[in-house]
């Protein structure tokens, strides 16, 4: 079975700032990989997914997140945070052969201060 | 497209009446799932489909949970009877065939079961 773990539960970071969210997946088998961004009050929304190819992805808003195989990473980075970036941030992976079930992490709150 | 549309955005409704919670998903969509999220137990798949047809139901927690696609542009899910602990914000989403191409969500219903 697959799984997804962020160890920070929360972010605090100073506007302007660089950050980087942590993932760590475990899998048997080869898979994809997601972050999602929900803001307050909203549903998830896409940030960027590694499907093949690159390992470095880019994603909307600035952010880009690098896969990582032998340590079976996909941590999230944007260089500079802006105050509409706080947000709470999910990583999530799915199998590349069968299974349409994302699974998802616990989620990492993004605390943008100025 | 508007995007997956839930209703209603918020339910408040005592304890053991029924609530029945809706989503349309975006119109060519293969598959839609039903999410529930909760400070405790985080984002939990309930239930999913492919083609209208349930696949997967193994995350609706009891008997009292129920949903279905009578078609490609409508899903329910309903709870008979509520309770407290029902409380959540509840999530459909949709996708195409492959699960590469991300989940496209939906704003989520808050329901509070007092």
């Known amino acids: 079975a697959q799984s997804v773990t962020q160890l920070d539960s929360q972010v605090p970071v100073f506007e302007e700032a660089p950050v980087e969210l942590r993932c760590n997946y475990s899998?048997?088998?080869?898979?994809?990989l997601f972050w999602y961004v929900q803001y307050p009050n909203q549903g998830l929304q896409l940030l960027l997914k590694y499907l093949s190819g690159s390992t470095l992805v880019k994603g909307i808003n600035g952010f880009e997140a690098e896969f990582n195989k032998s340590q079976t990473s996909f941590h999230l980075r944007k260089p500079s945070v802006h105050i509409s970036d706080t947000a709470e941030y999910f990583c999530a992976v799915s199998r590349m052969d069968s299974s349409y079930k994302l699974i998802f992490g616990s989620g990492t709150r993004l605390l943008v201060r100025p | 497209d508007a995007g997956v549309i839930q209703s209603p955005r918020h339910e408040v409704t005592e304890m053991g009446q029924e609530v029945t919670l809706r989503c349309k998903p975006i119109s060519g969509h293969d598959y839609l799932f039903w999410y529930r999220q909760t400070m405790m137990r985080g984002l939990e798949l309930l239930i999913y489909f492919n083609n209208n047809v349930p696949i997967d139901d193994s995350g609706m927690p009891e008997d009292r949970f129920s949903a279905k696609m009578p078609n490609a542009s409508f899903s329910t899910l309903k709870i008979q009877p509520s309770e407290p602990r029902d409380s959540a914000v509840y999530f459909c989403?949709?996708?195409?065939?492959?699960?590469?191409?991300?989940?496209?969500f939906g704003s989520g219903t808050r329901l509070t079961v007092v």
């Open positions: 989403a949709s996708s195409l065939v492959y699960p590469n191409y991300g989940y496209t």
């Open positions: 899998s048997s088998v080869s898979v994809y």
